[in-house]
């Protein structure tokens, strides 16, 4: 589809379209965000854009990050009663490092697990596809101790854990949060937050699985 987006329609076309085309179902706080990254980019160009640009937008601005953290992977534990514990394995400006964490949940124990000033206020999950081949997508809206207004961040894996994860990474990338501040704030921590990463059979490390916020 070509169709041109302009004035009052960036918001309505925007989410019409992603869901259409790629079955992203966005919440209203991340419709108006998004719109804003779509205007900004038209406003650049000095034109329109057309409907098949936006996934080409929606990618670097909630999958693709450029940032100098990345999602390797992460196990969970249980910890005592009903809370969750998590390994979580980041490359971080090239260095690949585990942080530890526990919440009551695989979303509260990550973020802890980042050692941040992170607060979640929404989540939603989604389905992308139908069958045994669809994927899960997870959005969440975070807001970062120090930085103005929230930021939506977008996951997609087939595991709806393993999306849910990715969605706070890719939050947390667009708040800002650099491969410093995770060394940093695990260190603050404690010592047992910042670990080295298990190797695999072989003595080597695993390879990279998956960068913020996407499975590919």
Same mark, same amino acid.
């Given at each position: 589809?070509?169709? /041109?987006?302009?004035?009052?329609? &960036?918001?309505?076309?925007? *989410?019409?379209?992603?869901?259409?085309?790629?079955?992203? *179902?966005?919440?209203? /706080?991340?419709?108006?965000?998004?719109?804003?990254? *779509?205007?900004? !980019?038209?406003?650049?160009?000095?034109? %329109?854009?057309?409907?098949?640009?936006?996934?080409?937008?929606?990618?670097?601005? &909630? =999958?693709?990050?450029?940032?100098?953290?990345? &999602?390797?992977?992460?196990?969970?534990?249980?910890?005592? +009663?009903?809370?969750?514990?998590? %390994?979580?394995?980041?490359?971080?400006? +090239? /260095?690949?490092?585990?942080?530890?964490?526990?919440g009551n949940g695989p979303i509260a124990a990550t973020v802890d697990a980042l050692g941040l000033p992170l607060r979640i206020d929404? &989540?939603?999950? /989604?389905? =992308? +596809?139908?069958?045994?081949?669809?994927?899960?997508?997870?959005? *969440? %809206?975070?807001?970062?101790?120090?930085?103005?207004?929230?930021?939506?961040?977008?996951?997609? !894996?087939?595991?709806?854990?393993?999306?849910?994860?990715?969605?706070?990474?890719?939050?947390?990338?667009?708040?800002?949060?650099?491969?410093?501040?995770?060394?940093? +704030?695990?260190?603050?921590?404690?010592?047992e937050r910042l670990t080295p990463p298990r190797a695999s059979r072989a003595g080597r490390l695993e390879p990279r699985k998956a960068?913020?916020?996407?499975?590919?």
């Amino acid at each position: 589809m070509h169709r /041109r987006l302009h004035g009052r329609e &960036y918001v309505t076309l925007s *989410v019409q379209l992603l869901e259409r085309d790629h079955g992203v *179902v966005m919440p209203r /706080r991340m419709q108006v965000e998004f719109s804003a990254v *779509v205007q900004a !980019h038209a406003d650049a160009a000095e034109s %329109e854009i057309a409907s098949s640009e936006l996934w080409s937008l929606f990618q670097p601005t &909630y =999958l693709c990050l450029a940032s100098d953290v990345a &999602y390797a992977d992460h196990h969970l534990y249980e910890v005592a +009663g009903a809370t969750q514990g998590i %390994e979580l394995e980041l490359q971080a400006g +090239g /260095r690949r490092v585990r942080l530890r964490g526990k919440g009551n949940g695989p979303i509260a124990a990550t973020v802890d697990a980042l050692g941040l000033p992170l607060r979640i206020d929404a &989540y939603e999950e /989604r389905s =992308l +596809g139908r069958g045994a081949d669809a994927s899960a997508l997870a959005i *969440v %809206e975070a807001a970062r101790t120090g930085v103005a207004g929230t930021r939506c961040g977008v996951g997609v !894996h087939a595991n709806i854990v393993t999306a849910s994860v990715l969605a706070v990474l890719s939050a947390a990338a667009r708040l800002g949060v650099t491969a410093a501040d995770l060394v940093d +704030g695990a260190r603050r921590a404690g010592p047992e937050r910042l670990t080295p990463p298990r190797a695999s059979r072989a003595g080597r490390l695993e390879p990279r699985k998956a960068p913020v916020g996407s499975l590919r």
